[in-house]
């Protein structure tokens, strides 16, 4: 299984931001998939969940500015993030187990700074 991150980078408070994640060696409309995130000095946290299904949960912490999305037929999870604060400064992992394990993508740095 491998999970390719894309679309970090640097905003500056307030914007917007796609994140994107492509899937490849599974079965992806199967299976949840998850975003998680680590900032400076902090334990990776999560995010966001969405199963098989389309059913999402999102922290509360970002409740409200990121949804998590999927296209199964491009087996591409997406995590659009608005109205961005400075606390969002993370790097940023999308996540996916299966019968044959877990996995993470390499991660994608996002930045919100002014």
């Known amino acids: 299984v491998q999970l390719v991150e894309s679309g970090g980078g640097l905003v500056q408070p307030g914007e917007s931001q796609r994140l994107s994640c492509a899937a490849s060696g599974t079965i992806f409309s199967m299976y949840a998939m998850g975003w998680y995130r680590q900032a400076p000095g902090k334990q990776r946290e999560l995010v966001a969940l969405?199963?098989?299904?389309?059913?999402?949960t999102v922290v509360d912490s970002v409740k409200g500015r990121l949804t998590i999305s999927r296209d199964n037929d491009e087996s591409t999870v997406y995590l659009q993030m608005n109205s961005l604060k400075p606390e969002d400064t993370a790097v940023y992992y999308c996540y996916e187990a299966d019968p044959s394990g877990a996995y993470w993508g390499q991660g994608a740095q996002v930045t919100v700074s002014s």
């Open positions: 969405i199963t098989s299904g389309g059913r999402t």
